[in-house]
Every structure is written in structure tokens, then in C-alpha cells.
């Protein structure tokens, strides 16, 4: 039973790699561009063809490759590979790459092929730790962390607040200093607020419920 189960996980964890393999950019050989992935490179976790994958044996230390459709993986090697593959390889690899200053390697000619290979992987002669802003290179994932790093190029940040339609934005009372002088409510000095109290005409509902206040109103009718 327990083989049985061995296998059933070795078959899943094959059919996530060919998965993997029909994925994007890992489509396309990591080393030289050409469409038809037969290996992986266990070592930096990216899809290779059959020929770059003996060049990738050769580096010192020897890159370890294994065959997509002739070998098994382990659940930690398929989530090693899902982790990596070739963008994320592209991005810590070849992060300071310029084709125009650098070349592009002669695929034809093996020794140099080799060499850019060497100044690739043994000297590091590209990887994104040579990058004079690592924070840009990084970005806010990690090589060998996360599967889906966001899209190369300097990280965009919201847009600060005033650029919210006018029906969007947080509204909150002004207070007086900051209301315009034409509608500011009128100040009152203590002076003026003390004759306000003694000379304000009471109102109506409030005669009618004073006695005192309603004689006053009969005399005041009577003298004129």
C-alpha cells in the first residue's frame, strides 16, 4: 500500500513539473532562448534544453540538471521549481544584463557560450546583488520565496490624495479661521452681548406665558 501511494505522489509531483515546463516563459530554454525544455537546472530552479544542460554540467561547481520526462522529483524539488523558474532566474541572474554593452553569447561558438555561462553563474557577473539599487532590483520579493514576483521595473505607489474626484475625498467641518471672510458667523464683543440681553424684544410665545410681560405691553398700548 505505502508503495503504491510512492508512486501516485512521484507520478503528481512529474505531471506538476511538465506543467511547469508548459508554463510561460519556462517554455523557452533559460540558457539560449530556444523554444523545447527538456531538463531542469535543480541548482538555480530554471527549465533548460538538452544542450545547455551538459554546458550547465561543466561549471564549476556542476550545475545538478535532471530530465523532465526520465527522472522523478521530489515535492521539494516541484515547489523549489515553482518558487524559481526561468523569470525569477532572469530577474537574480541577469537582473544588470545590457545586451548592447554585454553582447549576446554566441550560441555557435561553445567556448564562448561556456565563458558567459562561467561569468553568469561563477562570477556573478550580472546577478541582481551587483545591482546599485538593490532595493529597485529586489523588489519586495525574494529569490526562491515567492512564485509570482510582481513585473520588473520600479514599483508604483497610490496616488496621493488630492488626486480623488472632489465626490471621493474625506470631508470634515471647517472652523471659523479657516472659513472664508464672507461666511464667518459675525464676533460679539462682552459689551455688545450685555445690552443684547437687556434690549432684545421677547418673543411672543414668551409674553404670552409672562404675566408681567403682558401687562407691560397693555400699558405700554394704553400710553400711546
Given amino acids: 500500500m ?19 515546463a508548459q508554463s510561460g516563459v519556462n517554455k523557452h530554454c533559460f540558457e539560449c532562448s530556444q523554444p523545447g525544455v527538456t531538463y531542469t537546472d535543480i541548482t538555480v530552479g530554471s527549465f533548460v534544453c538538452t544542450s545547455c544542460s551538459g554546458m550547465l554540467r561543466g561549471l564549476n561547481p556542476p550545475h545538478r540538471v535532471k530530465s523532465i520526462s526520465m527522472t ?3 515535492q521539494q524539488e516541484v515547489e523549489f521549481l515553482q518558487n524559481h523558474g526561468n523569470e525569477v532566474g532572469r530577474r537574480t541572474w541577469l537582473c544588470v544584463f545590457d545586451p548592447k554593452a554585454d ?38 520579493w525574494s529569490p526562491g520565496v515567492q ?18 474626484p472632489a465626490s471621493a475625498r474625506p470631508t470634515r467641518p471647517l472652523s471659523q479661521t479657516q472659513l472664508p471672510s464672507w461666511d464667518r458667523a459675525p464676533t460679539a464683543s462682552p459689551a455688545d452681548m450685555r445690552t443684547d440681553a ?16 403682558k401687562g407691560q405691553r397693555s400699558d405700554a398700548g394704553s400710553r400711546s
Fill in 2 to 20: 505505502s508503495n503504491r501511494k510512492h508512486r501516485d505522489n512521484q507520478e503528481i509531483c512529474a505531471r506538476k513539473v511538465r506543467e511547469l
Fill in 72 to 74: 522523478t522529483f521530489s
Fill in 103 to 140: 553582447g549576446c553569447p554566441d550560441l555557435k561558438d561553445s567556448q564562448k557560450f561556456k565563458e558567459f555561462l562561467q561569468d553568469k553563474y561563477e562570477k556573478k557577473k550580472w546577478h541582481f546583488s551587483k545591482s546599485k539599487n538593490r532595493r529597485d532590483a529586489e523588489g519586495p
Fill in 147 to 164: 512564485a509570482a514576483p510582481p513585473p520588473h521595473g520600479p514599483l508604483t505607489s497610490q496616488g496621493p490624495p488630492h488626486n480623488l
Fill in 198 to 213: 437687556f434690549t432684545a424684544r421677547p418673543s411672543r410665545s414668551q409674553s404670552f406665558r409672562d404675566p408681567s410681560l
